[in-house]
Every structure is written in C-alpha cells, then in structure tokens.
C-alpha cells in the first residue's frame, strides 16, 4: 500500500463550527459513522461503523504508519477525530508528517476551498452529492425532542434506513469526487517544501496554546457586573428607556445641545473635547458600553479542550474552516433555488466568491444563527445595505488603485473603503446561442396559446424584423399573418405545436429558473435591451418586469457574470389594484471590481437572532434591499492578531485582581473596567508549568525584504546597521539629519508615513489611506512626500517597472522571463511567478489587456473555460506586493522551521511574530538569532529579529 484517500461522517453534540475539531472530537458522544477509503485509487470502501462494521486492521495499520501517503479534502479534519478514534488522549494526535491535503493542494492553484466547488470548476465527471447537508443535519448533529420522533434527541440509522443508504453512497461518493481531483491536478504537484510547511502548521496547531481558564471566567462576570453598572448610571443621567439603543442616546444629546452624526468611537471622542460634564459622562459611558472584546473571552471558552488547550487556531494557505456569526436575517443569498432570506435559509448550495480570482461557484454553505446582544454596523449606499456585528469580515481596500486586505467591519469602518460587488462563474454555455435569444423574447412578448402554439404580435417594425431574424436564426418554423386592428397593423408570428421544440415548451410560465446561470451572461444581456429592456446610457441595461422571480435571475446572474444590478419596486397605489407591481433592474455592464462606500457606517444597538453562511472560500454574494455586494464569513476560532495591544502599565496586577474577581479594586484602579478587560484578553494565553512565553518578531520585514529585491543600497546600509528606516527616509527626502527625539525629529513621521504607504507604486490616494492627513499633514504636501520618496528610492521605483515589462513580456510570448531574481513563466493556461525561495504564485488565465491609462497590462480571469469572464488587471507595483508579502512569508516559515529543529516549541505565530512556550534555561537572545539566519536563497538580505519573555502572552 502506498496512498491511502479517506473520508469520514461523524456524530458530536459540540458545535463544529464554534468550538474547532478539536473540541469537536473532545466531547465524550463523539464517534465516527462511516469511513470511505479507497487504497492506491483502488475501488472505493465503505465501512459502516454506526452499523457494527470494523474497519480492516490493514487500514488501521495504515493509519499509523508513516509510510503510506493519507490523502483527506481538508485532511486536518480526518485526522484528527480518526485520533480520538483510535483512542489516543487529548493532546495526542496522528502524526501529520504522512498525510496530505487536497484542499490545500486546490488553494495552492487557486482553486475553490469546497471539495463540490473543486468538483464542479473541474468539470468532474462524479460530482459530489447535494443531498449531504440534509444528511448531515439529520445524522451528525443532535436532534430536538419532539412528539412525532419519541422525544429522542439524535437521529439513528435505523430511524431512517432509506436515508441512511443514501447517506452511505454520499460518504462514498466524496471519496470518488477526491480521487477524480487527484488525477486531473497532477500536472500540478504541491512542492515538498511546501508540504513541509504544511505539516509544522498542523504541529503547531496540534500543540495549541494553555488558556487560563480562572481568569476567562472571572472576566466573563466581572463584565457583566460592570455593563449592569453603566447602564443603570446612564438611565439615572439621562432617564432613558434603553441607554443602549443609539437613537435615544442621540436625541437625549440633542435635547442637551450637543448634536452628532453618530456614535461611533471616533465621533465620540472628537465630542468629549469641551463637552459639559454631565454630557461628558454619559459620552464616556457610552464608549464604555460599546466595549466588545467580551466575545473574545468567550470565543477562548468554546475552543479550549478538557486539557485547557486552545487547538486549531491557524490556518494554512487560507483553508480552515471556522464560522462567524454576523448579518440580520433579512439579508439573502443566491441559492440554486434563487434568492432566499438568511432566517430562512437552511443551508445548501450558494454562491460562494473567492478573494483569489474573483470566481463564484455554487458550493455547499452552512447555516449558523445565534443569540446576539450588541452594537450593530450599517453601512448604505447605492451598492450595499449591510447591518452586521463589529466582527463580521470583510474584504476591502482603502482607495481603488490600493491593496486589497481582510478585516473587521470595526477595521474597515475607521477609514474610506471599497468593496468587491461583482464576480465571474464559469459556464459552458448553450452551444446554440440563438435559442437564449428567442428565449429572452419569448419571455417579453411570446404566448402560449391552449393548442399549443408559440405566437408573437407586433406593430413596431424594429421588432418585427428582430423577430424574423431571430426565428430564422433559431432554424424555428413559422408563419406570419398581418392584420388591421383599431388603425393599427399586427404581424402575427405563429409557431404551430408540432414545430415547437422541447426547450421553448418547458419555458411556458415564461420565468427565468436558474438555469440561466448556464448560459451565456453576453448573449442575454445583448438581447435584453431589444426587448424589456433598454439602454439608458451606453453602459448600462434598464429591465422592468411584473415577475419578481425575473427581476431576482437577472439580477443575480448579472452579479455572477462581472456586471452589478440593483433592483427597485414600484408598488401600484391602492386605487390601481388591478395592475400589478413592477420591479425594475438597472444593470451596469462595466462596473470595475469595486465599491467605493463614500458614507461612515451607522451604529446601533441590537438584541436578537444574528445569521451567516459558512463557506469554504470565506466570502459570498448577499443581496438587502435591492443592493447586492460580496460579504465575508469565516474568521478563526481565536483571532490573535485582532487581540488588543496593552497599554496599562501594571498589567500583571490588572491581571492579578481580574482573575481574583476583585470588581471593586478594577474598577476603583482603572476606572474603565471594559477598557481594562478588553487589554487583558492576549493575557489569557499562559504556558505551562515550569515554562515561560518567548516572543519574538522580525523587525520591518516587508521594508528589508523590498530594499534587498530592489538592490536599494543606501536603505540595506541603514539595516545592516539597524538604524530607524523611518529617520533615515526622512533625511534621504528632505536632505538633513533626522533623529526620532532629536535633530528634525517631526520630519520623522513623513518618514513614517512614506514608507508605510508608497513602496508599492502607491501615491497620493496611499498617503491618504494610511492617515496622512489625520496626522496633521496638508493635503498640498502630499504629492511632494510621493515625489521626494520616489526620487530617495529610485532602484525600487525601477523595480515596479522592471516587473511590469518583464510579466508582460512573459504573458505576451507565452515564455520564461526573470528580473531581480524573480522569475515568470507562462504554463498551459496559468502565469507562474517563481520567488528566490523556490515556492510559486499561480494566476489564473493571463493575458495582456489595456488599464485605465490606455496602456498594456497582465490581466487574469478567475476559474473559467469560456474566456468570457471580464479581465482583473494588475501592474507592477501591486505585483511586487505579491512578491515582496510572499517571501515575507517564507522567511517565516524558514525561520519557524529552524526554531523547531532547535527544539523551540511554537505555540502562535501572528504575522511575523511566533510565541514559544519556553523552558526556564532558554535565551531570549538565541531565539531571535535563530530567526535572523537568512536562508541560502536570500543572501545579502538584512535579516533582524527582537523578543522579550513573559509570563503571559502581551505587546512589550
């Protein structure tokens, strides 16, 4: 045996997706169901564990041994409940370093993070069964007691034998559909190294990170005492009703002569200048209630195992799955059955959209929903109607030409933002084309009469020879007969009942399925202004129609096809109740990829159900209001990298009185008991006993790694130094000495903010974004900071251009070319760029288009064979961001790599931070100089890192 592909179902009563598999598996019901295995490729097995089948001791000596290859769609999953399986204890898991991920080898080629998303861009024969989300509910999940099941509180295969088969041939077929995956992407083989890196972050994550359980709790409690207190001070203040709800909190402030556009963070402290002290207090009590980090403390109770361990917290390549609870339930989601409400929903096929290539493909979504109590977030304007929790994702960038990122809507609210609308599904398309179009006339003035016949009358001529055109085109026999009627002439096109074809018969309730979605997105939005439709400007379509269920499939298949529609309906007034209402759609045929929100959010306070849908690609299309946009689902378990930095001095004795439930002497300290919660949430994470946290991070990684490609000698010299790279921007611009508490020292945040916003080919619209402004800086200074830092770093401004004509070359020969070390080739269909590690970045279908300036440029389509998709463009600068993040990242991996082999115990990395749980013995010092080894493949890079020990996990 050398491979061996598995697949399990499995029963737990802990929530998946609240608590991680760890958890999940570490519940005492816990047990597996049905194991499909094939071995070799093999004809595939299925055993029936809930039945009392064993599985043969040959694949579970398989399992064990490290030899034989384990192939799982996300393998971590597999891995470890077939761990407790076997009965090793918490904290003991297979070994990861013989199993292998198709997921993971999907997300290394861009592909869906599903494995039915995988299945379907592939064009798979086998493709994964849509029955299995109501079997899992049924099977996997507990049950609530009723009268009709005999008050039984789980669901067994003998309560249902038919759906148990089915559920058998469901396990099996996942197992076929990863096989089939195998044998179509292995042109494309996941590197060794990379397989490597894979197996430490399941190491990692295997070890977790010791929760201090006492303290969680005791914040727990300590914040509800504290929210009980403020809010019973405000309503003595104010008399309100509800001190939290924003509305009341607004008119009591204006009623008291202080009015605000909002109650936001920002807002309310631009406020508390000069404010009297009575609307002072109710301000600060304000900001005091909006606190949130209390769902962090609980999120820490969820995921932590029986042996107080936090498991699964990172993620390798994107691809662990996680939930996050965020939208009201008046949102929809695009289903294969059209659009329906969150609080509906049940779970199923979506459309899903995926940050890598701005694919959307139908694949399997869970339904969460919880109980919520809390500010909400509103965003709205003419592309989205979003009400959300704070901590909902989202994928954003500051200005249209910037980067894009992935954070919070709390993130994304302190700062302009543009979001994605629009995404591109791959469809093979009806090969006769003609028979859409006569489709979309039929729709608007075809009838079906009772001898079923398929008639067309007109008095225009335009549609009179649209209509010949497009019968004769469609090979559709007909007749036509002209006739006088009131002073005006029909022409009568009559197909008779033995010419109509099969697919204009099925259209007889003339309303758009989701079949639509198949087909050609240009063909229809071509003909459409012919008909019900018409072109208000050159740009755009207007299509009105009584159908509703019309309006909502050219909507969405608008949104799935590059273009982006807003729906609007106009109701009929009571005296005209014999119309019917209309719904109009107005689409927009070349909208660009993005949003730009021009409004702050509006923040409210909110009790109730909160809804979301669990994808693999962590992203979907959401429709509120007519409005449809791209919004995010899965954040971690445990989101460290959001954790609060601390301010307070003497933490470890905040910490002490917390932890001690001492409510008094927090709050008689602190003052701000929230406030001090919220800085002690990284301090929930300890060692264990007999062990200390190290914690150590590279010093301004993206800076060195940008000066060594572009060979900028001057800055390399400041690093071999360790020098303030930001002192030392600032002298090379203004051309005079710089020191941080010195000579020139407020020249030093112009440093600052350069280097942090324009070493990418970024520009005024960069400075803005990363809050020049904000700083005190004059707008009219700006272009002079983007001219002065591009004349101090002109081997980087070559860099940009030197990777911009080097990948068009590469894409526009079809050939290899190499620059600055970085190489780019052009591979059956995909644009390589190879980094001096030797790891590759994939893009999707290259090819060279024209940008905004009327010049060349590399674009790239998401998953797709039609070449119908609209073009993604990109440019040398945000190329070289690519680049320079993604050998950021690989000297993590190297370095994270060394550690281990020292024998360093890695417990978080955050960005270019790792936390190891230490012996007493080890040297803060040999950590960060294990960490600043430059691998082979970087020589001449200045490598520098720095850490501290602590007791518990916090920001020195």
């Known amino acids: ?149 005999g008050g039984r509180r789980r669901n067994r295969p003998a309560d249902a034998p038919e759906k148990w088969n089915l559920f058998v041939d469901y396990n099996k077929r996942d197992v076929e559909v990863e096989l089939a995956i195998h044998q179509r992407l292995g ?22 990170v010791l929760v201090d359980r006492q303290l969680v709790r005791s914040a727990i409690e300590m914040d509800g005492l504290s929210r009980q207190e403020l809010v019973s001070r405000m309503q003595e203040i104010t008399d309100l009703e509800n001190p939290n709800s924003v509305a009341q909190v607004k008119t009591w402030l204006a009623e008291n002569g202080l009015e605000v556009d909002s109650l936001g963070k920002k807002d309310v402290i631009s406020a508390l200048d000069g404010a009297p002290r009575e609307i002072k207090e109710v301000l600060e009590l304000r900001l005091q209630l909006a606190k949130s980090s209390i769902k962090k403390y609980q999120a820490m109770e969820n995921v932590a195992c029986s042996d107080d361990r936090a498991r699964g917290m990172f993620q390798f390549y994107g691809a662990n799955r996680t939930g996050r609870w965020c939208l009201t339930g008046d949102h929809e989601v695009p289903t294969i059955h059209g659009w329906e409400r969150l609080d509906e929903w049940k779970g199923g096929l979506i459309a899903s959209w995926s940050p890598v290539n701005e694919g959307v493909v139908f694949s399997h979504a869970k339904a969460l929903c919880f109980d919520y109590a809390g500010p909400m977030y509103e965003y709205r304007s003419n592309r989205i109607a979003q009400v959300s929790t704070p901590d909902h994702k989202m994928y954003f960038k500051r200005q249209r030409w910037g980067a894009w990122s992935v954070g919070t809507v709390e993130q994304m609210a302190t700062g302009p933002a543009c979001i994605p609308f629009t995404g591109y599904r791959m469809v093979k398309g009806r090969p006769d084309n003609d028979a859409l179009r006569v489709l979309v006339m039929t729709q608007a003035d075809g009838h079906y009469a009772e001898d079923g016949s398929v008639c067309y009358n007109f008095t225009k001529q335009r549609k009179i020879e649209r209509c010949k055109t497009l019968l004769r085109r469609a090979a559709l026999v007909y007749t036509l007969s002209v006739y006088d009627q009131a002073d005006r002439k029909y022409h009568r096109f009559r197909i008779a009942n033995r010419d109509v074809p099969m697919w204009l018969r099925q259209f007889r309730s003339k309303t758009y399925g989701t079949w639509l979605f198949d087909e050609s997105a240009d063909i229809f939005f071509d003909e459409l202004p012919h008909w019900d439709g018409y072109r208000p400007a050159p740009n755009s379509i207007q299509y009105s129609t009584c159908n509703k269920v019309n309006a909502d499939m050219v909507q969405a298949f608008a949104h799935m096809s590059g273009r982006v529609a807003s729906l609007k309906l106009r109701k009929e007034p009571p005296h005209r109740s014999s119309r019917m209402d209309n719904f109009t759609v107005s689409v927009w045929l070349t909208p660009g990829n993005c949003h730009e929100i021009s409004k702050k959010p509006t923040i409210s306070d ?86 200390r946290f190290i914690v150590s991070d590279f010093s301004a990684i993206e800076a060195r790694v940008l000066s060594w490609l572009a060979g900028e000698t001057w800055r390399m010299d400041i690093f071999a130094e360790d020098g303030d790279i930001y002192c030392a921007s600032a002298s090379q611009m203004f051309k005079v000495p710089v020191e941080k508490h010195g000579e020139n020292a407020h020249l030093r945040q112009k440093g600052k903010v350069s280097e942090l916003a324009l070493g990418y080919n970024g520009s005024v619209g960069a400075l803005k974004a990363m809050g020049a402004l904000d700083m005190g800086l004059a707008e009219s200074e700006l272009k002079l900071l983007v001219d002065a830092w591009r004349q101090s770093n002109p081997n980087i401004v070559k860099l940009w251009w030197d990777v911009d004509k080097t990948v068009i070359q590469a894409v526009k020969d079809r050939s290899t070319t190499n620059t600055h070390g970085i190489r780019f080739s052009y591979e059956s269909g995909f644009l390589f760029i190879t980094l001096p590690s030797g790891r590759r970045l994939a893009y999707v279908k290259p090819r060279i288009g024209t940008n905004v300036f009327g010049s060349d440029c590399v674009t790239y389509e998401g998953v797709g064979a039609t070449k119908k998709w609209e073009r993604i463009d990109t440019f040398g600068g945000k190329l070289v961001e690519n680049v320079v993040q993604a050998i950021s990242r690989d000297l993590l991996c190297y370095a994270m790599q060394q550690l281990e082999a020292a024998g360093c115990h890695i417990v978080m ?48």
Request: net charge negative.
């Open 606 to 691: 909110f009790k109730g159900k909160v809804f979301c849908a669990q994808t693999q690609s962590g992203y979907f299309l959401v429709r509120r209001d007519g409005r449809v946009w791209v919004t995010g689902n899965s954040g971690r378990l445990i989101q460290a990298q959001n954790l609060k930095r601390n301010s307070i001095e003497d933490l470890a004795v905040a910490r002490t009185l917390v932890k001690g439930g001492d409510y008094e002497a927090v709050k008689l300290l602190y003052g701000d008991v929230p406030d001090t919660l919220s800085q002690l949430v990284r301090t929930a994470f300890i060692p264990r006993r007999g062990h």
């Open 187 to 208: 042109r494309f083989p996941v590197p060794d190294a990379i397989w490597d890196e894979y197996h430490l972050d399941q190491l990692i994550n295997d070890r977790g």
């Open 1 to 149: 045996m050398h491979y061996l592909n598995v697949d399990i179902e499995s029963y737990s009563s802990e929530n998946l997706a609240k608590s991680g598999v760890f958890r999940y598996c570490d519940a005492e019901d816990f047990e597996i169901l049905l194991f499909g295995y094939s071995v070799d490729g093999g004809p595939v097995q299925v055993v029936d564990l809930a039945r009392g089948e064993k599985i043969p001791q040959e694949i579970l000596g398989a399992l064990t041994d490290t030899s034989v290859e384990k192939w799982a769609f996300n393998a971590a999953f597999e891995r470890i409940c077939l761990s407790r399986y076997l009965g090793l204890p918490t904290g003991t898991y297979l070994d990861p370093s013989s199993w292998r991920c198709t997921m993971i080898w999907s997300a290394y080629l861009g592909l869906p993070l599903s494995l039915m998303g995988v299945g379907v861009v592939l064009g798979l024969e086998k493709q994964k069964l849509s029955e299995g989300k109501d079997l899992i509910r049924y099977f996997c999940i507990p049950c609530a007691p009723t009268i009709t099941n």
């Open 909 to 956: 990395h955050i960005h270019d931070e790792v936390v190891i749980e230490a012996p007493m013995d080890m040297e803060v010092d040999e950590v960060g100089r294990i960490m600043s080894i430059v691998p082979s493949w970087a020589e001449g890079l200045m490598l520098n890192a720095a850490g501290y020990e602590a007791e518990f996990y916090m920001k020195d």
